[in-house]
């Protein structure tokens, strides 16, 4: 299968540049983009670093993210694309099927973003509430947002360095 070609996508001017597929149709991709935009502000108001772009495109460019929202797209469904979007790319050693000692955070860098990507930025969603997250992964997160806020980005930043490659183990989920 062949990926669809980026030419395809519709862009816009704003920050960051939210390139959709023309399918969402103009009301849809006005509340994806809006969503992006709220999310974005969020995370970067609480010190997360967010690209200049986030895109539909199979592959991302420089400074984008990818951004997988289906083409029926609410505005609930944007906040975990963006989420998901801010993860690191799996390295091509994992998709080999070589060691990746970082994979076993993803849970917890994903339930963190959730979480900071809320309206306090502190609430996890529940295990159940969210089919992402296992008890587990949401008191790792919990404990992790009992942090100053500068040791939370330290661990956010070093987790997301390690999950890009396959030789660093990421620092055990958190706290």
Do not use: H, K, N
């Not at 951004?67 to 906040?79: K, M």
């Not at 947002?145 to 396959?166: E, F, K, M, S, V």
Request: proline share 9%.
């Amino acid at each position: 299968m062949r990926a669809r070609a980026a030419a395809g996508l519709v862009c816009d001017d704003g920050r960051p540049r939210v390139c959709l597929w023309p399918e969402l149709g103009g009301a849809r991709s006005a509340v994806v983009r809006a969503e992006v935009r709220r999310v974005t502000d969020t995370l970067a108001g609480r010190g997360v670093a967010v690209p200049g772009g986030f895109t539909m495109a199979a592959r991302p460019g420089p400074d984008e993210a990818g951004l997988g929202v289906p083409t029926d797209a609410r505005a609930q469904d944007v906040a975990p694309a963006v989420v998901g979007g801010l993860l690191p790319r799996a390295p091509d050693c994992a998709r080999r099927g070589e060691p990746y000692p970082a994979a076993a955070v993803i849970g917890t860098v994903t339930a963190w973003l959730t979480a900071r990507a809320g309206p306090d930025g502190t609430t996890v969603p529940a295990a159940g509430v969210d089919v992402r997250f296992t008890e587990a992964l949401a008191a790792r997160a919990a404990r992790l947002l009992q942090l100053p806020g500068g040791a939370q980005l330290d661990w956010y930043r070093a987790t997301t360095a390690a999950l890009a490659d396959c030789a660093t183990a990421a620092g055990g989920g958190g706290p």
